[in-house]
């Protein structure tokens, strides 16, 4: 059981160059999520997608875009990554309605030089 | 908007010590509360949780009150081993759901010292 599965697991970019973060879930939820994670800051959300066909923006969306490519998968994109997006990043997934958690994946650790 | 306060850390305790990491809630109505871990290098997983007021969420000698007179979920554990080091993070899910998800505290960071 697979759950959520984000690849890749490590990246070092150059300023200025772009990537795709991939993540897919095999549990049939409807919703999913990024989020970021830097020291001190906690988890902050980028984007999310509340049900197939429809993504918004979270807390912290700028330099990011995000594609809800089906039920299964959501893919974050750095256009033009800068040092400022050096973090941690996190997909998770959940049912909708209250009393649902979210299942996470074991993240990307993004370095930008 | 809803938001949750915890101490950040870092909580340093001897093993078998008792453990006490506080969270408090701010939210309309009645949310559904969490407690989540992240071990060293990984991503987070669901500890516990409690979906109505005094409901006790327990997992692996952790537990938790949901405590809405002093919108409170204090996580505790009785006898902490070193493998519990780790991040902690409280978390809420709004009364009716909320399409952006969960909202966290900043997690606190647990060292136990053998």
């Known amino acids: 059981n697979a759950g959520v599965t984000q690849t890749p697991k490590f990246q070092v970019l150059k300023t200025g160059q772009s990537m795709t973060l991939q993540c897919a879930q095999d549990?049939?939820?409807?919703?999913m999520y990024w989020y970021r994670q830097d020291p001190g800051m906690g988890l902050r959300l980028i984007y999310y997608?509340?049900?197939?066909?429809?993504?918004d923006k979270g807390e912290v969306p700028n330099g990011y875009n995000v594609s809800r490519l089906n039920k299964r998968e959501f893919s974050l994109r750095l256009e033009s990554a800068a040092p400022s997006q050096t973090s941690v990043y996190f997909c998770?997934?959940?049912?909708?309605?209250?009393?649902?958690?979210?299942?996470f994946g074991q993240g990307t650790r993004l370095t930008v030089v | 908007g809803d938001s949750v306060t915890q101490m950040e850390g870092p909580v340093t305790l001897s093993e078998e010590a008792f453990l006490t990491i506080n969270c408090t809630y701010t939210?309309?109505?009645?949310?559904?509360l969490f407690w989540y871990v992240q071990y060293p290098g990984e991503g987070l997983q669901l500890l516990l949780k409690?979906?109505?007021a005094d409901d006790k969420g327990s997992n692996k000698g952790f537990e938790a009150t949901y405590r809405k007179e002093t919108t409170s979920f204090h996580l505790e554990k009785g006898s902490v081993q070193v493998s519990d080091s780790a991040v902690y993070f409280c978390?809420?899910?709004?009364w009716g759901g909320g399409a952006d998800g969960l909202t966290f505290g900043k997690g606190t960071h647990l060292i136990i010292q053998p």
């Open positions: 978390a809420l899910s709004p």
């Open positions: 939210a309309t109505g009645y949310p559904s």
């Open positions: 409690a979906t109505k």
């Open positions: 549990m049939n939820h409807n919703s």
């Open positions: 997608s509340a049900s197939e066909g429809t993504t």
């Open positions: 998770a997934s959940s049912r909708r309605g209250q009393n649902t958690e979210a299942f």
